[in-house]
């Protein structure tokens, strides 16, 4: 079945640093979607980009989507304390008996040092 | 407007007992999705409802069922309980779209946490 995977798992940053996550299917993707769990909370959505090599801004935040629509990355530029917690992509892959399906990577989560 | 809300918020159960979580969709939503969270791991599929009917199902057994009510509202069901179904089960509502290439977002609950011991 399809997988997402994320690197890295953890990651520490000083306040002011910037921050990368990146996403990889083992499928194509009819389109991604981007997730945001602050601890002890419930994913939120960010964002979802559709097209091939498609880039996308919210204030600080870049996503961008692969030309081959298979990975995906989320840039933070210069980290708030405000901006800890487990970033998540999340895809709708490209078939037929699976397109309803929602599939999560594992996460990365985002630890910001004031 | 009332978001997705699901119950009870936490439940302690034995090994090989039932149980039953409830989710109402955010108003305006009429697709329900369940998601299993174990702890520090992304979101699982379970099943998704629409129209009362399961329209998709990820790799879970059929100890895992659901419904859907006329009104949205779903519950989902697991049948003899194991320690490793312990999680955080998260319920999801979103608009169906039809054929368009754009899919609504899912908006959560806050979840159940079920121990099993």
């Known amino acids: 079945g399809q997988q997402v995977m994320q690197i890295p798992q953890y990651q520490h940053v000083q306040e002011g640093e910037d921050f990368t996550t990146y996403c990889n299917s083992s499928t194509t993707l009819s389109n991604i979607q981007w997730y945001k769990q602050r601890p002890g909370g419930h994913p939120v959505f960010l964002i979802q980009l559709v097209k091939s090599g498609e880039v996308k801004k919210q204030k600080r935040l870049t996503f961008q989507f692969g030309e081959a629509k298979k990975n995906s990355s989320l840039h933070i530029t210069a980290t708030q304390t405000t901006d800890v917690g487990t970033y998540f992509c999340a895809g709708y892959p490209q078939l037929e008996n699976a397109g309803n399906m929602l599939t999560f990577g594992g996460g990365t989560r985002l630890m910001v040092k004031p | 407007d009332a978001g997705v809300t699901q119950s009870p918020t936490h439940l302690i159960k034995t090994r090989g007992q039932q149980v039953t979580l409830r989710c109402s969709p955010k108003?305006?939503?009429?697709?329900v999705s369940w998601y299993q969270q174990a702890l520090g791991q992304g979101p699982q599929f379970i099943f998704q409802y629409y129209e009362e009917e399961e329209r998709q199902r990820g790799n879970f057994p059929d100890r895992f069922s659901g419904h859907q009510f006329p009104n949205y509202s779903s519950e989902l069901n697991v049948n003899a309980l194991l320690l490793g179904d312990s999680a955080l089960y998260l319920c999801a509502s979103s608009l169906f779209l039809g054929g368009s290439s754009y899919n609504s977002p899912l908006h959560f609950g806050n979840g159940t946490r079920l121990t099993v011991t």
């Open positions: 108003s305006g939503h009429d697709t």
